[in-house]
């Protein structure tokens, strides 16, 4: 069971977790043994609340589909056990993170001593540059 918070958590049937040989360098472990895990959750089908899902069907990210399954590969360890919780890990992150609600972004405006050390440092930099031309007698 993945407890995401006090009151919501996953059963372990909703997720769907397959075995596979991971990809790039390391030698014969690599080509013999099913080390990285691939988790599939059905976003849609779970027992997680509305808001959860709707949030999650939101995500503009590339681990979702189009159909609202949530696809971890997870291949960083060399042991499937750690490939495993990685995997679990990485959705309970990505879970959590839609139920935070973000703080309104109030728009705000320079100072003017800041707007005015701006333009002074601007132009101090400028004299330094008009410096380095070519000398005329």
């Given at each position: 069971?993945?407890?995401?918070?006090?009151?919501?958590?996953?059963?372990?049937?909703?997720?769907?977790?397959?075995?596979?040989?991971?990809?790039?360098?390391?030698?014969?472990?690599?080509?013999?043994?099913?080390?990285?895990?691939?988790?599939?959750?059905?976003?849609?089908?779970?027992s997680?609340?509305?808001?959860?899902?709707?949030?999650?069907?939101?995500?503009?990210?590339?681990?979702?589909?189009?159909?609202?399954?949530?696809?971890?590969?997870?291949?960083?360890?060399?042991?499937?056990?750690?490939?495993?919780?990685?995997?679990?890990?990485?959705?309970?992150?990505?879970?959590?993170?839609?139920?935070?609600?973000?703080?309104?972004?109030?728009?705000?405006?320079?100072?003017?001593?800041?707007q005015?050390?701006?333009?002074?440092?601007?132009?101090?930099?400028?004299?330094?540059?008009?410096?380095?031309?070519?000398?005329?007698?």
């Amino acid at each position: 069971m993945l407890h995401i918070s006090q009151t919501v958590s996953i059963a372990d049937e909703e997720i769907e977790l397959s075995y596979i040989r991971a990809q790039g360098a390391g030698g014969q472990n690599v080509n013999k043994v099913s080390s990285a895990v691939h988790l599939r959750f059905d976003i849609n089908a779970s027992s997680l609340p509305a808001f959860y899902k709707e949030r999650l069907l939101a995500l503009k990210d590339s681990r979702i589909t189009k159909d609202g399954v949530i696809v971890i590969k997870a291949q960083q360890y060399r042991t499937q056990e750690k490939n495993r919780e990685d995997a679990l890990l990485r959705l309970e992150e990505m879970i959590k993170s839609v139920a935070k609600v973000q703080k309104a972004r109030r728009a705000t405006k320079p100072s003017k001593s800041s707007q005015r050390k701006r333009m002074d440092s601007k132009t101090q930099r400028g004299k330094t540059k008009a410096m380095r031309g070519k000398v005329s007698f």
